[in-house]
């Protein structure tokens, strides 16, 4: 059974090196995480992972890495600066402040019970910084509250590069930052984390079917991550519930352990971002909200020589946190498990390919020279072979090894015994499996082939 309490997922990633609470020595920063050892080898997997089935698994996306630092201009005519807020309450009686749609009861503090509260206003979740070596408010940038930003913009240097034909997209993974009101659930809702986000560009009059197209795509892509699909369901937002850019939105709802929340948005943004810093709006498809935007001298549109027309692209917007889809595979590998002899064991059941360590190399005596010496041999030959970290153990104590091992999702445990050395099996070693606990002995020449092929299927 998945983790049923975030209590559960906070300790094991504090006791394993995964997740730590940033600045934590001297109180910790709300809202603000750091990924340890083994969370930031889970992080990277998953963000290699959405980066194959986008970019290298398809023909019709190009990758990007645009700046943090974002021109004021951009997210005004973007509609950030008037439009990317949360409704801000503040107790009188202790003065915290709350964010007002997500309160246990909104006529009372969550702090301390008082209804003696300030009437809800629009608090911007943008952090400002300053530009240059005066801080006199005329040179300012904002961090980015999205990545989207950062593509459109480079809509028309990425066309240009690559001579790319509708439908395209663009796809970009990157730090992103919100001044959230009230982060909460650990890392779920933070002040700064990561999306995996694609603008995927299409004609006019082919959006829907295209959205329609790409909520399947990302229902099966954490399908494939391993989250089963009786914890996921889709959420169509209702048209008063849609963001002012959008036509259609549906999310990927998990049910984490705080409860089920958004894994990931899929929106259909029409016309409007590439509209929104556009010279030809007046001319062409654009959304009238837009028409007045006079400051931007790009053209970001999309010509066709062949059937001589000219167009800005609608657009389709799968969005994820990468922090929110650790949290929800992290939940889902969480396993407690009963075994014959009474005791239990934790262990996390993560897809071999999102797996911290790939495979954990343990000599069976810390003081046997010919073993050690032996183990880290393998571990360099299997190192190699480009799958991932490969983790030399020699903790002496090979029962307490697997079972740490399989608290932090080790698909494969390779102990390199006194049998591997001499007697009739020696030149073997043997494999312990994760998930069954089971064990083998294999050919020290033929792991490396074993290995491959166990990460392959």
């Known amino acids: 059974m998945p983790a049923q309490t975030m209590e559960e997922l906070v300790a094991l ?71 990317f807020t949360d409704p801000l309450v503040e107790c009188k009686s202790c003065k915290q402040r709350m964010r007002a749609d997500k309160m246990f009861d909104p006529t009372k503090c969550d702090f301390c019970g008082s209804k003696d509260l300030m009437p809800p206003r629009a608090f911007n979740l943008m952090f400002r910084t300053n530009i240059g070596p005066v801080d006199d408010g005329s040179s300012f940038a904002y961090l980015r509250p999205e990545t989207a930003p950062g593509i459109f913009l480079n809509f028309r240097n990425v066309l240009d590069a690559t001579s790319r034909k509708l439908p395209f997209g663009i796809a970009q993974i990157g730090k992103t930052f919100r001044n959230e009101i009230t982060p909460r659930n650990f890392i779920f809702r933070v002040r700064e984390f990561e999306q995996m986000e694609l603008e995927f560009f ?19 892509f954490w399908l494939d991550q391993g989250l089963s699909a009786e914890r996921l369901r889709f959420e169509v937002q209702k048209p008063e519930e849609l963001s002012h850019y959008s036509k259609a939105t549906t999310d990927i709802y998990y049910k984490f352990p705080h409860a089920e929340d958004e894994l990931e948005g899929i929106a259909n943004r029409t016309d409007f971002d590439l509209g929104s810093h556009s010279k030809e709006q007046a001319t062409l498809n654009i959304s009238a909200k837009v028409k007045e935007n006079k400051h931007s001298t790009a053209k970001l549109t999309y010509s066709d020589p062949q059937a001589g027309t000219t167009v800005v692209p609608y657009v389709i917007e ?61 571990k360099d ?62 050919a020290i020449a033929d792991l490396p082939t074993f290995v491959r092929q166990y990460y392959a299927s």
């Open 13 to 83: 990633c504090k006791r394993r090196g995964f997740i730590f609470q940033s600045s934590d020595v001297y109180g910790g920063m709300k809202g603000v995480y750091d990924f340890g050892p083994l969370g930031v080898e889970l992080k990277n997997n998953l963000k290699a992972a959405w980066w194959r089935s986008m970019v290298y698994e398809r023909d019709d996306i190009e990758g990007l890495d645009a700046a943090i630092l974002t021109h004021p201009l951009t997210l005004k005519y973007s509609g950030h600066e008037d439009t």
């Open 202 to 220: 299409v004609e006019p009059g082919t959006d829907m079917d295209w959205h329609k197209k790409w909520v399947e795509l990302r229902w099966q």
């Open 318 to 378: 799968p969005s994820a946190g990468v922090d929110r889809g650790v949290a929800a595979i992290l939940t889902e590998a969480y396993t407690e498990e009963t075994l014959e002899n009474g005791e239990t064991r934790i262990v996390l059941k993560f897809k071999p390919h999102l797996a911290p360590i790939k495979v954990a190399v343990i000599p069976l005596a810390k003081n046997k020279p010919q073993l050690v010496e032996l183990a880290k041999a393998i």
């Open 381 to 442: 030959k299997l190192q190699k072979l480009g799958l991932g970290r490969i983790l030399f153990e020699n903790s002496g104590n090979v029962g307490k090894a697997y079972r740490r091992h399989d608290e932090v999702g080790t698909p494969l445990c390779v102990t390199v015994d006194f049998e591997a050395v001499e007697g009739p099996q020696a030149g073997t070693v043997t494999v312990r499996h994760r998930d069954s606990m089971a064990q083998e002995r294999i």
